[in-house]
């Protein structure tokens, strides 16, 4: 199994990470040609998502990515991933691949709480949750599933074969979420 994690902007690295200790091979994607490498599944990291747009935009990767992932190509997405994926973005007037039906807030913490950490259930376990700048979520569509609520706010979410979470799980010390992912794709035991 292959996964490709998106690499011109933002916390990648972290990501390459836990697959490394899962055992699962990756590569980075940093232009189009990239995209042409077959992958079981995507990555898109946390970071900043209007930097992530812009550069997706100017490398001529946004429409394919967006296509591949309305294809079925499972995908996770971690905080400025989720805010590329989502619907809806409810305190800006742009979104990006509107794929998942979910409404996001943007840095929705403020300054303040932006960053932050905690422990707490994410789908039938509890794991530690770092917050930077976090978004959150705050509507969800029928057919998605609420993977993780922190203060009465989701914070993540499935729908088929999207993933989303408003914290970084790459950047804790549990593989759980990456794990989750590998086996929505159909690989691993969860
Ligand atoms: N605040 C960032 C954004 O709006 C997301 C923060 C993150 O990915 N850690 O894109």
Do not use: W
Not at 12 to 38: A, C, S, T, W, Y
Not at 87 to 102: A, R, V
Not at 119 to 129: C, E, G, L, V
């Amino acid at each position: 199994m292959t996964i490709g994690i998106l690499a011109v902007q933002g916390a990648f690295v972290e990501h390459q990470n836990m697959l490394n200790k899962l055992g699962v091979n990756h590569f980075e994607i940093r232009q189009p040609k990239d995209l042409l490498i077959p992958m079981d599944g995507l990555i898109l990291p946390g970071g900043e998502s209007t930097a992530m747009r812009k550069l997706l935009d100017d490398l001529g990767m946004f429409s394919t990515l967006k296509e591949m992932i309305a294809q079925g190509l499972p995908t996770l997405g971690t905080c400025a991933g989720m805010i590329l994926l989502a619907k809806h973005l409810t305190n800006q007037e742009q979104s990006h691949m509107q794929l998942m039906d979910i409404d996001v807030k943007r840095n929705a913490y403020g300054r303040q709480l932006g960053s932050f950490f905690t422990t707490n259930t994410f789908a039938d376990r509890m794991i530690p949750m770092t917050f930077i700048r976090a978004p959150f979520i705050n509507r969800v569509g029928q057919d998605v599933n609420i993977l993780s609520t922190v203060d009465g706010h989701i914070v993540a979410a499935r729908q088929k074969h999207m993933l989303a979470t408003a914290f970084h799980p790459e950047l804790t010390g549990s593989t759980y979420v990456h794990e989750y992912f590998l086996q929505m794709i159909g690989h691993g035991s969860i």
